[in-house]
């Protein structure tokens, strides 16, 4: 076998055995730290501990921080299906009226 042939067959292997790892997602992985949700003066704070998921607001969510270390995803419904804005770590945000839920 040429020097070429031998160079384009190990090239040709290791594209054989490469190429079915590169389409591979990497599991999911849950958030790690808090989401806090505020929704008024006369409740305690609803708190989801290392949140994964599509999570439930309260219905009367006012205000939601994200201290955990990914980025969330509020959404307009409860099944996490229209996504209104996305929060990174360490920032919140007001909610819109009636947002539904949050994904981690």
């Known amino acids: 076998m040429r ?3 031998h160079l384009l067959t190990l090239a ?3 594209m054989a ?3 079915p790892l590169i389409g591979t997602a ?7 730290g808090q989401v806090v949700v505020f929704s008024n003066e006369f409740q305690p704070l609803d708190t989801y501990t290392d949140p994964t998921g599509c999570n439930r607001l309260p219905v009367t969510a006012h205000s ?8 969330i995803k509020l959404y307009a419904d409860p099944l996490c ?9 360490g920032h919140g945000a007001h909610v819109p009226p009636l947002t539904g839920s949050f994904s981690a």
């Open 26 to 32: 990497a599991p999911a992985q849950a958030s790690t």
């Open 64 to 71: 939601v921080d994200n201290q955990t270390d990914d980025d």
């Open 12 to 14: 040709l292997a290791t």
């Open 81 to 89: 299906l229209t996504e209104v804005i996305t929060i990174k770590p």
């Open 17 to 19: 055995v490469a190429l």
């Open 3 to 5: 020097p070429s042939n």
